[in-house]
C-alpha cells in the first residue's frame, strides 16, 4: 500500500469521526415562524383592528387621505397623529368630541406645544432624569382596570407598555384607567359630552391586538358596541411626497415632464446640420472689390470710393505722363484729360466730390474710363513697339 492510500484512508476516518460527532451533538427542533403580512394587512396598521371590530357589529373605515370625522356617537382611533399640523383639522376633532365623539389615541400622538395635554387633561410624567421616553418592557405584564366608584376592575395582562413613562390625569378625575407598577398606562377623561382616551403605548397596531389581552383593551378603551362607526387613522406611515404628488397631480406632473423635455430638446445641441451646408467657393480679386464698392456705396462711404478712384487715376498718369508729379493739379487733369482723350472740363468736375448718387456714379465712371484709356493707350504703344 503506497503513502498516498494511506493518506486517503486517513481523512476518509477523519470525516466519519467528525460527521458521528455533529450528528450526535446536533439537536432539531422544529420553530413556527409567522408568514410576513400580505395584502392590505402589510399595508394597513388597522386591518386586524377593523376586522376584530366588524365581527362584534361595528362599521369601520380606515382614513388614508381625506381626513372624514365618523358621526358624533361614534369612535376615531388616531396612531402616529400630528395634532398640531393642522389647525382646522384640530379644532374639528375637538368639536367633534366636545358633540359626544369618542377619541382615542395612542403614545405615537406627536404634539409639541401642549395643546393637546391642556384641552384632553392627560399628560405623560417621566421619573427625574429618565432619557428614554419610548422604552418598552420585553416582557407582557399584569394590569389592573380602575374605575371610580367599583371596588375593583378587570385585570389584563398586557404586552409592550412603557416601564418608567406613566399618564396623569389633571384637574378632573379619570372615567376609567388601566395601570401597573409605574402608574396609569391608559386613562379615559371625559370632555363635554365626549371624551378622550390616551394608551400610553400601541398595542392596536398590526399583530400587536393578538398579543395577551389587547382585544379586550381595544374594546375596553373605545366603549364599542354592535352598530358603531369606528374610523381609524394614522400619518406616520404615509407615502412619500414623490408618491402623493403622483396620486394626486398625475396629470400636471406629465404634462410639466412633457413641456420639461420639449423645451430640453429645443435648446440641445444637434448632432447634424438641420439644411446641408453651401458648396464652398471663391470669389475673384475683381468680385471682392466690386462687392466691397457697392457695399460701401450703400451705406454712404462714397467719399471713400471716390479718393480711391482719383487716386488710382493719378498713380496711373504718373507712371505714363512725364513730369506728371511736377504738374499743378490744373495742369495734371489737362495731361489726363489729352492722354485719356476725354473732356478737359468733365474730367475736372469728375475730381470733385459728389454727394448724390447719379452725379457721384457718372464721376466715378469717367474717372475709371480715363484710367483704363491711359492704361490702354499705353499697352498699345508697347504692342507697337514690338
Not at 161 to 183: C, D, H, M, Y
Not at 333 to 346: T, W
Request: hydrophobic share 45%; glycine share 8%; with cysteine.
Amino acid at each position: 500500500m503506497t503513502r498516498r492510500h494511506v493518506l486517503a484512508i486517513v481523512a476518509a476516518l477523519t470525516l466519519i469521526v467528525l460527521g458521528a460527532f455533529v450528528i450526535r451533538r446536533t439537536a432539531w427542533e422544529q420553530i413556527t415562524v409567522p408568514l410576513p403580512l400580505a395584502g392590505e394587512a402589510r399595508v394597513n396598521p388597522f386591518y386586524g383592528a377593523q376586522r376584530f371590530s366588524e365581527a362584534l357589529g361595528a362599521r369601520t373605515a380606515w382614513i388614508r387621505s381625506d381626513f372624514v370625522l365618523p358621526p358624533t356617537d361614534g369612535v376615531l382611533v388616531l396612531s402616529g397623529w400630528h395634532w398640531d399640523l393642522s389647525r382646522d383639522r384640530r379644532e374639528s376633532v375637538k368639536q367633534w368630541v366636545e358633540a359626544g365623539g369618542r377619541l382615542v389615541v395612542d403614545h405615537r400622538l406627536a404634539s409639541s406645544n401642549g395643546d393637546f395635554e391642556a384641552w384632553s387633561g392627560i399628560s405623560k410624567q417621566f421619573p427625574e432624569g429618565d432619557s428614554e421616553p419610548n422604552r418598552s418592557g420585553e416582557e407582557c405584564e399584569n394590569f389592573d382596570e380602575e374605575v371610580p366608584g367599583a371596588a375593583s376592575g378587570a385585570h389584563y395582562t398586557l404586552c409592550g407598555f412603557p416601564i418608567w413613562s406613566r399618564l396623569e390625569a389633571r384637574e378632573r378625575t379619570p372615567q376609567w384607567a388601566v395601570l401597573n407598577k409605574a402608574g396609569r398606562q391608559a386613562i379615559r377623561m371625559p370632555v363635554r359630552s365626549g371624551s378622550v382616551t390616551f394608551i400610553n403605548g400601541a398595542p392596536f397596531r398590526y399583530r400587536e391586538l393578538l398579543d395577551g389581552d389587547h382585544a379586550r383593551l381595544f374594546v375596553a378603551a373605545t366603549q364599542l358596541a354592535a352598530g358603531d362607526r369606528v374610523h381609524f387613522a394614522a400619518e406616520d406611515d404615509e407615502s412619500s411626497l414623490l408618491a402623493l404628488l403622483w396620486r394626486w397631480g398625475a396629470a400636471f406632473v406629465t404634462l410639466a415632464l412633457v413641456l420639461v423635455a420639449v423645451l430640453i430638446w429645443r435648446g440641445a445641441v444637434r448632432l447634424g446640420p438641420v439644411m446641408p451646408s453651401p458648396e464652398a467657393a471663391r470669389r475673384s480679386l475683381a468680385e471682392q472689390i466690386r462687392g466691397a464698392a457697392r457695399f460701401d456705396l450703400r451705406h454712404g462711404n462714397a467719399e471713400a470710393l471716390h479718393t480711391a478712384a482719383v487716386r488710382a487715376l493719378n498713380e496711373a498718369g504718373r507712371g505714363r505722363i512725364p513730369a506728371f508729379a511736377g504738374l499743378s493739379p490744373v495742369g495734371q487733369v489737362e495731361a489726363l484729360a489729352r492722354m485719356a482723350g476725354l473732356d478737359e472740363a468733365a474730367l475736372s468736375n469728375a475730381f470733385a466730390p459728389a454727394r448724390r448718387g447719379p452725379e457721384l456714379h457718372a464721376h466715378l465712371a469717367l474717372l475709371e474710363t480715363a484710367r483704363r484709356a491711359i492704361l490702354n493707350r499705353d499697352r498699345g504703344r508697347t504692342d507697337a513697339a514690338e
